[in-house]
């Protein structure tokens, strides 16, 4: 019995073990089973010794079976022997009554408990399971795709190494006559397997890879220096291939990096996409990481494109062949080109230093071929990444130190495509970096002081002129066609240093920033050879496409010259803002597109806002009426918009002959056939046509002038009007002052004033032209005469009538433009008085003038019908638009042009006025 | 060229003097190659004598009497622009806040999306505004309610404004005119006519008007 408890005891001990085996545990169940059994059978018969006899087995076999139980036994400790013991102690004292010891549900509930436990555990593995067998899942995965994209990139190489043997082969042929023996020249055959590939993981095939990639680009470096192919393409090339190959994991820090600071920036910089993650990540100044942030930019780069160029398994091999080939020849086809067009340079050691760097890149090189001022540029830009608020002066002197250096640049660039630069173009990148954060204002000012200071450091680079020199020309020589020539963009964007280029632009019509922008989409072009000889910034970039220009066609969209192309243009149009935006505007076609429908009769004048779509017309119905161009409703048959008046202005008597709006679009002024003279305060142009009376509209009448006001013009600073009437006179007036009229000017023996202006390039005098074909300067402050144009030679025997219909100046010449009944247009140097130039502009008497804000343009109208627009510099009818129908004999009374947006008006004698864009 | 050396040119040249406008030889409408022929046609003959109405509202043979309508219809907004100038200084919203002739009606102002009672200067200048719009329109449908709308003008000026409207009659003749022009195409009917314009009597002769509501 005691035995028996022992055993128990050893039982329920063994129980106690944590680590139980689910088996163990069946098995002990089993004997626990038993010797219950027994137990009770010892109960029931009093302690029959035979069975102890029987349990013996069962015990030893327990310690047989358990080998390891014992020492756990052993081990398990006070808890476990104290267990024991008491069990022992319990078992001894209720020798006679075990039924107290385990009752029934007691061990049920120890056996239901302990299943429960293993149970749990057990589910608890099998997640465990599952999870490992997943990701084992998802590396295997990983790892196929990278295969598969190894093996893209294999199959490329080979059948790049292909062609260049084929490549050779013909090269040999025609230079020798004779077939070049050169082995295996055999398309390369794809198998479809991983083959030779490393099949187990990652680190492997990258060392494998290193390895067999560096010879496999040695051969390369030397096939494409045979056909001209630079070494710096070749790196850009191939690092490129190994980012794909995923063998720079360090790029990740460099690109966060960039992508702090001024990331959007660079990376939308097309080309300037390496050297804008260079430039960031230059002040941390190690030139490993710097490459690394390369690769893996470019990776980036070429994931973005990858899809598409994505070569289908090797039973589209053959398409895929083809298509790699025509690549490959459009490639050579560029590069044959370039071999002529640009100098190669010779640099083997350069690249051979490349070749130790297992990091080579565009910085490397840069390092390697200018060190010393690369260093500079290195600390300077990590100066001006920290000085980010940097004072004036020291923002300053660094642009004046960049501005010779770039110059050197720049002419590096010129005579070769310099690996040199790139680092130059990290500089440049880097500069805006910081320079982003400054205001615009601050910007523009340095732009201004950098310019002059630039232009005292230029050294002598006589073959490329100033910025402002070749603006300069542009605009004298009218260069307009040239203007959108990449190769004259060249000049301009070579000549202007870049980071103040960039900068003009980004303060400037914000155009640099959208064009920049504009880029960020397009497939950044940055691992072109060419774009990376540039440099980050723009106008490096544009100066090089400009170079390459005559490739761009050739290469194919592998390289993306294309938007580098584009890329040129933007910049090109923001450099020139200025002159070119302009020009531009006045070198297209117009066409009608608002017809001003609302007059009863023929309007006799309109004038433009200066700044808003807006505009005044003044009719024989004598009424004004003042026109918003954005409140338009469309026409019925025709394209054209017809525009109805915001506001219709009465207070003449009479039909209203002129009109002049003043320079901040405030006010306008009219005269009449009544000889009134009315000064209107212009409502808003937004305003209800059928609002309620305003009678402060109407501000005051100038009275004095005894018969119709023919002329009228405005100073173009001070409220002063100029107004010439049938009653003889010019008079000049002060609208706002208490007594408007401030002088008046008659020349009785040349008849009646049929027309007035301001002379516009010497304010201090005005222009009148009379009905007797005379033309008179007079001084406004003497009231004399000054001069008086040679009008009457060339008029007198006219059949037409000598009669001047309208008289203007040119806005910055000192030119005066007549508008003759003879059909002449005739124009008049105001120093000498002389006769400059005189054409027969339309087939009947030219009514009105008007001349561009610019200076560039004529505009006539004539009672022909027709207006015509005329270049200023060639007196070239530019074109010509049938505008007006007649009334009468009449048909166009006035043009206009707007002050500062690409309208042109004419209004006519049918009560219409239109507007052309 | 030849046949322009001969040809009278219509022209109002710049400088041309007040007098000198548009005084040129007569051109016969037959001889008008221009296609505002029954425009320049009817502004021809006011100006020769603006009293002689029936000459004036007398159309060619030829004439097609819509537009000849619509060109009247167009002169007669145009000169009322004088009367508007006008009244303009004398009718001010402050004396004359609602748009009335006599005191029967109200007349509301159809410039308006929803009509609306505009003082008198304001109901002249948007009818007037609105009418420009609606026969640049050329919708020669709407003439009548044109010319209804425009009558008003007249009848406030008599009404309310008498030595203005008598000035302005004495210089153009235009209310009479008008009243011979809508009578003779029967554009108005007589009811609604309250000025009494050939009448020699002042007294006004209220005859009840017809529906008149319409805006």
């Known amino acids: 019995m005691l035995r028996l408890a022992a055993h128990l005891d050893f039982v329920l001990t063994k129980h106690s073990f944590r680590n139980l085996r689910y088996e163990t545990w069946r098995f002990n169940r089993l004997r626990f089973v038993a010797s219950f059994a027994e137990k009770i059978l010892a109960v029931k018969y009093g302690g029959v010794p035979f069975v102890s006899s029987v349990m013996k087995i069962p015990e030893s076999g327990?310690?047989?079976?358990?080998?390891?139980?014992?020492?756990?036994?052993?081990?398990?400790?006070?808890?476990?022997?104290?267990?024991?013991?008491?069990?022992?102690?319990?078992?001894?004292?209720?020798d006679n009554n075990p039924r107290l010891q385990y009752s029934i549900p007691g061990i049920l509930h120890f056996i239901q408990h302990e299943w429960a436990?293993?149970?749990?555990?057990?589910?608890?593995?099998?997640?465990?399971?599952?999870?490992?067998?997943?990701?084992?899942?998802?590396?295997?995965?990983?790892?196929?795709?990278?295969?598969?994209?190894?093996?893209?990139?294999?199959?490329?190489i080979k059948m790049l190494e292909y062609a260049l043997k084929q490549e050779r082969a013909k090269y040999h042929k025609l230079k020798y006559g004779t077939e070049l023996q050169q082995g295996d020249v055999k398309p390369p055959i794809f198998e479809d397997g991983i083959g030779g590939e490393p099949v187990d993981g990652e680190s492997i095939f990258i060392t494998n890879s290193n390895v067999n990639w560096r010879q496999g680009r040695q051969l390369l470096r030397q096939y494409l220096q045979e056909i001209g192919y630079t070494d710096t393409i070749i790196d850009v090339r191939s690092n490129r291939v190994r980012s794909l190959l995923g063998l720079n994991p360090a790029g990740a820090s460099a690109e966060k990096e960039e992508q702090t600071g001024g990331g959007t920036i660079n990376g939308g910089a097309?080309?300037?996409?390496?050297?804008?993650?260079?430039?960031?990540?230059?002040?941390?100044?190690?030139?490993?990481?710097?490459?690394?942030?390369?690769?893996?930019?470019?990776?980036?780069t070429q994931g973005r494109r990858a899809p598409a160029k994505k070569v289908p398994p090797a039973s589209l091999a053959e398409?895929?062949?083809?298509?790699?080939?025509?690549?490959?020849?459009?490639?050579?086809?560029?590069?044959?080109?370039?071999?002529?067009?640009?100098?190669?340079?010779?640099?083997?050691?350069?690249?051979?230093?490349?070749?130790?760097?297992?990091?080579?890149?565009?910085?490397?090189?840069?390092?390697?071929?200018?060190?010393?001022?690369?260093?500079r540029n290195k600390m300077k830009a990590k100066n001006l990444r920290d000085d980010v608020d940097a004072e004036t002066e020291e923002v300053l002197n660094e642009f004046s130190f960049l501005g010779s250096d770039t110059d050197d640049a720049s002419h590096e660039l010129r005579v070769q495509t310099d690996t040199t630069d790139w680092d130059r173009g990290r500089l440049t990148t880097s500069d805006e970096d910081s320079e982003w954060a400054m205001d615009p204002l601050h910007i523009s000012q340095l732009k201004e002081l950098y310019r002059r200071d630039r232009a005292k450091n230029?050294?002598?680079?006589?073959?490329?002129?100033?910025?402002?020199?070749?603006?300069?020309?542009?605009?004298?020589?009218?260069?307009?066609e040239e203007c959108g020539d990449p190769y004259s963009f060249f000049d301009t964007s070579s000549s202007t240093p870049p980071s103040p280029t960039a900068v003009s632009g980004f303060s400037g019509a914000n155009s640099g920033g959208v064009s920049r922008r504009n880029v960020v989409p397009a497939p950044v072009t940055g691992p072109t050879p060419v774009g990376i000889g540039v440099?980050?910034?723009?106008?490096?970039?544009?100066?090089?496409?400009?170079?390459?220009?005559?490739?761009?066609?050739?290469?194919?969209?592998h390289l993306g010259l294309g938007e580098l192309a584009q890329l040129t243009v933007n910049n090109e149009a923001e450099v020139s803002y200025d002159i070119s935006v302009n020009k531009e505007s006045f070198r297209k076609t117009w066409n009608a597109k608002y017809t001003l429908r609302s007059h009863f009769d023929g309007v006799r004048a309109l004038a433009f806002h200066p700044v808003e779509p807006v505009l005044v017309t003044a009719s024989e119905d004598c009424t004004l009426k003042l026109w918003n161009l954005q409140k338009t409703i469309p026409a019925k048959k025709s394209a054209s918009l017809d525009v109805e008046p915001v506001y219709t202005f009465r207070g003449h008597t009479g039909p209203v002959l002129c009109l002049a709006m003043s320079s901040t679009g405030e006010q306008c002024f009219s005269g009449g056939l009544d000889g009134?003279?009315?000064?209107?305060?212009?409502?808003?142009?937004?305003?209800?046509?059928?609002?309620?009376?305003?009678?402060?509209?109407?501000?005051?009448?100038?009275?004095?002038?005894?018969?119709?006001v023919w002329g009228l013009s405005l100073h173009s600073q001070k409220l002063h009007l100029l107004s010439s009437s049938a009653d003889g006179s010019v008079r000049l007036w002060n609208p706002q002052s208490k007594s408007p009229l401030l002088s008046v000017f008659t020349s009785e023996s040349d008849g009646v004033p049929t027309s007035v202006d301001f002379v516009r390039d010497d304010l201090n005098r005005m222009v009148t032209s009379y009905n007797s074909a005379a033309c008179i300067l007079f001084d406004l402050e003497t009231g004399q005469p000054v001069t008086r144009l040679d009008t009457d030679k060339g008029v007198e025997d006219s059949v037409f009538g000598r009669q001047i219909n309208r008289v203007i100046s040119h806005p910055t010449l000192p030119l005066t433009i007549t508008a003759h009944e003879d059909r002449h247009i005739r124009f008049y140097d105001n120093n000498t008085g002389k006769l400059a130039h005189a054409m027969v502009a339309h087939l009947d008497a030219v009514t009105c003038l008007a001349v561009d804000p610019n200076g560039l343009y004529l505009l006539s109208g004539s009672h022909d019908c027709s207006i015509r627009l005329w270049n200023l510099e060639n007196k070239t009818c530019v074109q010509e638009i049938t505008s007006h129908r007649k009334k009468f004999d009449e048909s166009i009374f006035d043009v206009a042009f707007h002050p500062s947006k690409p309208f042109i008006a004419s209004a006519g004698a049918d009560a219409l006025a239109k507007v052309f864009v | 060229m030849a046949d322009m050396e001969c040809r009278t040119e219509r022209r109002n040249r710049p400088g041309t003097k007040t007098i000198d406008y548009y005084r040129w030889p007569e051109e016969i409408f037959e001889e008008m190659d221009s296609t505002l022929a029954v425009q320049q046609y009817i502004q021809q003959l006011i100006r020769k004598d603006f009293t002689a109405i029936d000459e004036i509202l007398k159309a060619p043979d030829s004439q097609d009497e819509g537009v000849w309508k619509y060109e009247h219809l167009r002169q007669f907004c145009m000169e009322l622009n004088g009367i508007a100038v006008k009244l303009q200084n004398e009718c001010h919203p402050e004396s004359c806040t609602q748009m009335t002739a006599t005191d029967q009606w109200?007349?509301?102002?159809?410039?308006?999306?929803?009509?609306?009672?505009?003082?008198?200067?304001?109901?002249?200048?948007?009818?007037?505004?609105?009418?420009?719009?609606?026969?640049?329109?050329?919708?020669?449908?709407?003439?009548?309610?044109?010319?209804?709308?425009?009558?008003?003008?007249?009848?406030?000026?008599?009404?309310?404004?008498?030595?203005?409207?008598?000035?302005?009659?004495?210089?153009?003749?235009?209310?009479?005119?008008?009243?011979?022009?809508?009578?003779?195409?029967?554009?108005?009917?007589?009811?609604?006519?309250?000025v009494p314009i050939f009448e020699e009597t002042d007294s006004g002769s209220y005859i009840g008007h017809s529906a008149e509501s319409e805006a």
């Open chain 1, 62 to 94: 327990t310690m047989e079976d358990g080998p390891n139980s014992a020492p756990h036994n052993g081990q398990l400790g006070p808890s476990g022997v104290g267990t024991s013991s008491s069990s022992v102690k319990v078992n001894n004292s209720d």
């Open chain 1, 117 to 156: 436990r293993f149970e749990m555990e057990r589910s608890q593995w099998e997640v465990e399971r599952a999870e490992l067998q997943a990701r084992i899942a998802f590396l295997q995965g990983e790892r196929k795709g990278q295969e598969n994209l190894k093996n893209d990139l294999v199959r490329r």
């Open chain 1, 535 to 557: 440099g980050g910034e723009a106008a490096h970039l544009g100066g090089l496409a400009g170079l390459s220009s005559s490739d761009d066609e050739s290469v194919d969209g």
């Open chain 1, 458 to 480: 230029k050294r002598g680079n006589v073959s490329r002129p100033k910025r402002s020199a070749l603006q300069d020309v542009l605009n004298e020589m009218g260069l307009k």
């Open chain 1, 270 to 300: 097309g080309s300037g996409v390496v050297s804008g993650s260079s430039g960031s990540s230059a002040g941390a100044g190690s030139s490993p990481g710097d490459a690394s942030g390369n690769s893996k930019r470019l990776s980036e």
């Open chain 2, 106 to 194: 109200i007349f509301l102002c159809a410039a308006h999306k929803t009509p609306k009672e505009c003082p008198a200067i304001d109901y002249t200048r948007h009818t007037l505004d609105g009418a420009a719009c609606l026969l640049n329109k050329s919708s020669v449908a709407k003439l009548g309610s044109v010319c209804r709308r425009v009558y008003r003008i007249f009848s406030h000026a008599y009404f309310h404004h008498r030595n203005l409207f008598d000035e302005f009659e004495n210089e153009t003749f235009l209310c009479r005119r008008f009243t011979e022009f809508v009578t003779k195409y029967n554009l108005m009917s007589k009811e609604i006519l309250i």
């Open chain 1, 676 to 708: 009134s003279l009315q000064c209107w305060n212009i409502p808003g142009s937004n305003i209800d046509p059928y609002d309620s009376y305003d009678p402060s509209v109407l501000s005051n009448s100038l009275l004095g002038h005894t018969d119709a």
């Open chain 1, 319 to 375: 398409a895929m062949i083809m298509d790699t080939e025509a690549a490959v020849m459009a490639n050579f086809d560029f590069l044959a080109q370039e071999g002529v067009g640009v100098e190669v340079d010779d640099e083997d050691d350069m690249s051979d230093e490349m070749e130790d760097n297992t990091d080579d890149d565009t910085d490397d090189s840069a390092t390697a071929s200018n060190a010393a001022t690369s260093k």
